[in-house]
């Protein structure tokens, strides 16, 4: 569990702040109609505000992971 933790260390930190973001966003500039997708209601622009801050951390985080080279025949 702890593995799995310091390995999304990052995604945990942003998606409560992504949310907290749309929630705000939501609260000051909403939709008055009702009628937009996103901003009608504060669980949907919490949710799609937490999901938009995970990919847009995730487009700049570096890979691990190491490439081994193939011998190729000659």
Request: proline letters at 4%; charged letters at 15%.
């Amino acid at each position: 569990m702890k593995k799995l933790f310091n390995r999304h260390k990052l995604y945990i930190i942003v998606a409560p702040l992504g949310a907290l973001a749309g929630f705000f966003y939501w609260q000051q500039v909403g939709c008055l109609s009702g009628t937009c997708a996103i901003t009608s209601s504060p669980v949907n622009s919490s949710i799609y505000a937490a999901a938009m801050a995970v990919l847009l951390v995730s487009m700049f985080k570096k890979d691990n992971k190491e490439v081994t080279k193939e011998k190729i025949p000659s």
